[in-house]
Structure formats: structure tokens, C-alpha cells
């Protein structure tokens, strides 16, 4: 079972309670493990650095003072390797307008900034940690009323604080009516992953990385969901097309440090059965040909030993590394989620030209996606449907207005 710990120098836990907070996160996916560990680094390292202890601090009763906690936020929205003792813009000696110097020190402060899902991150660490702390060292029914009334209220604070963050959107104003892929671009990629074409930037394993890629495409599944899949999870028969997707738990027969899985709930997804013939070739006739390959069932392998992971499961840095040769082939960036983001616009274009009720299209949608009934992360996919709604409403009460002048 993989779990993340925070270390000394000589390899022994850093903080006890640092490590049973941690401990609490077994059984999560690696890469969230990892971001949760990181995040309550940066806790204890500031308060460190602030020769404050918290475990000391909780056990007391005192917590920490609302000046310290706002210096700490303010700090958390700041990068690492921001020093808070240096200046944050070194003026060349002939900048000497006062005016001048503050708008560039004000726009590297801002640059200096992280975004707001990762200053969120943080003061959701502390918040936690302290709620730890303080569950392990106050019973709750015997506990100081003032300590309690204390710890409620600051736990308030950074939650409020936390929610804020939340609703924060970009300034930046896109046009939504804009593809995340263009359609040349996007044809430009399919024709590129194709073994035979002669734009195809790998030199080996052309089959294998075909079938990613077209996988993503044509699903829309999750990187984990597809890192994960296995020959059984394939239907081999009745319409030929569709494939197992399903959360499962730490699977014991992974080798994989760095375990992937399905971030939302089972369902089927759909592929054409011209690529589920393709996918079966490669099992028949590439995958077992690869030594290794026959000790477990996982679909895609290394077909490279050079780490010894020949016939391994392909890490999760394997599937991004195929990814990355794309974009840079193609020169623009090529990531799973945003082949998610080109299947939701043309299942709107292809459920708008079936006509199918809004209602509908979305139900259809939270199932391809995995998402629950009353999910709100449709809103996130449908603004370029609703955008273009929007302005053709807006063209035609337009034109009604310049008719009656």
C-alpha cells in the first residue's frame, strides 16, 4: 500500500503527529497523498521558521492568535521560493519614478502569487491539522469551554477563508464560444498517432500509444481510468464497444508505487467497435509477445526494460511522457483532461443534432462521465452550448429592436 511520510534527514519521521495525520490518508490515490503531505510541509515549515509549535500550542489551549493566523495567509498565497525578508523587485539604478517603482513592485507581488486551489490547499492543511491536534490532546466532553469556543471559531476563520478561495475565477475574460482543440487541430492529431502516418513522433510502441490516445478521445475517460484498465475490463462481444470503468481499492496485484484508479463512480464507456478490434489485436499480437506481460491482466505494459519495468503495467508518467511527444510534435499542449474537454463539445453537437432535450443530453452526460445525478460539473462543460444560446438570443432580440426604429 503506498502512503507518503514526512522525513528528517535521517530518514525517521519528521513530527509524530504529523505522521498519524498522514496515516489518516492510506488508501487515497498516491498523487493525493503526495499534494496533502506537501501542503502540511509548508504548514510546518512556516510555523517552524515562526518558532511556533503547534503541537505545543493546541495542548495549551492557546492555538494560534488571529494575527498569526493572517500572517500565515498571507504567506500561504506566496510562492516557496518567495523570500519574505527580500525585496520583491530589484529597480534598475534610473528607474526613480516613485509611481513606477510601486506598479512593479505591486506586479511581482502578484506574480509571486500561487493559484488559488493551491493557497486554498494550505489553509485547508492547517485547519485539519489543527482539528487533529486538538482531537487528540481535549476529550470532547471534558473539555475547557473557552479552549472549545476557541478552537470553534478559528476553525470558522479558516473555513470561511477556505470557501472564499472557492468561488475565485480567473479575470481573464475567454470567449467561451472558443474550442478547447481546434477541428484542424484535432484531426491534425488523429492523423499523427496513426502507426502508418509519417508525422508519428515515436519510434517505438506506435500500436500501444495509438490505442491511448484513441482511447481518450473517443471515451473521454479519466488518465487513471485508463492506466487502470485490464483485458477483462474490455467486452469482447454483444456490440463490441464498451469498456468496465470503476473505482476499486488498493489493487494488490499493481506493482505500480504510484497506483492509478477511477476518480468518480462505475458506468460503461463507449468505444467504436473498430477500435475495440484494434485494442484486441494488440493483446492477441503485441501485448503478449512483450516478456512479463502474462503475470497480470492491466492492458497497456512497457514494452521498453530499461528501469526493469519491461512488461510492466505503464506508469502514470508513461502515459503523460506519450502525451508531452504530441504536443510537441503538433505545437500546442496535449493532456488527457483537455481530450475530455473535446469529447463533451461534440457529444453537445452530436446530442443538439439529435435533437435531445437539454434535460436529457445532461443525464446522458453525468453517466458517460460517471458523474452523479445532481452533479454540478456539467455546468463546466455545457458554457460553450449555453454561450452560443446566448448570443443567437441576444442577435435575434437585436434585430427586433432594429425593425421597430
Known sequence: ?????????????????????????????FNTQLRKANELL??????????????????????????????????????KQ?????????????VSAKSLRNALSANARQLARVSSETHKG??????????TLYQHFHDFFSADPAIVDRCEKLSSLIKLDEDSLGRNRPQGVADPTDSVISDEGFERLREMILPSSANNPFKGSKIRNYLIVSILAESGIRRGALAKLKISDFQFY??????????????????????????TKAHFARI????????????????????????????????????????????LKSVNGIL??????????????????KWNETFDKEGSEQGLEDRLLEDARNYAMGWTANTTMGKTYNEKRIAERARAISAAHQKRVDKKR
Open 1 to 29: 500500500m503506498p502512503f507518503v511520510a514526512i522525513i528528517d534527514e535521517n530518514d525517521c519521521p519528521a513530527c509524530p503527529y504529523a505522521s498519524a495525520y498522514l496515516s489518516t490518508q492510506f488508501g487515497r490515490a
Open 42 to 79: 509548508f504548514v510546518l515549515d512556516y510555523f517552524g521558521r515562526k518558532k511556533i509549535d503547534l503541537a505545543e500550542r493546541v495542548q495549551s489551549g492557546q492555538l494560534i492568535s488571529q494575527k498569526e493566523y493572517l500572517q500565515f495567509h498571507t504567506a500561504s498565497a506566496g510562492k
Open 82 to 94: 518567495h523570500d519574505e525578508q527580500q525585496p520583491f523587485v530589484d529597480c534598475r539604478p534610473d
Open 122 to 131: 494550505r489553509l485547508r492543511r492547517l485547519r485539519q491539522y489543527l482539528e
Open 238 to 263: 454483444g456490440g463490441f464497444d464498451l469498456i468496465k470503468i470503476y473505482r476499486s481499492s488498493i489493487d494488490q496485484t499493481d506493482p505500480r508505487l504510484d497506483k492509478p484508479n477511477q476518480k
Open 272 to 315: 467504436p467497435p473498430s477500435l475495440m478490434g484494434q485494442i484486441k489485436h494488440y493483446i492477441n499480437h503485441v501485448r503478449s509477445e512483450v516478456p512479463g506481460s502474462d503475470q497480470h491482466d492491466f492492458v497497456f505494459v512497457s514494452e521498453k526494460g530499461s528501469r526493469g519495468t519491461l512488461g510492466m503495467p505503464l506508469s
Open 324 to 341: 508531452q511527444s504530441l504536443s510537441e510534435a503538433l505545437g500546442f499542449y496535449v493532456h488527457p483532461h483537455l481530450l475530455r474537454h
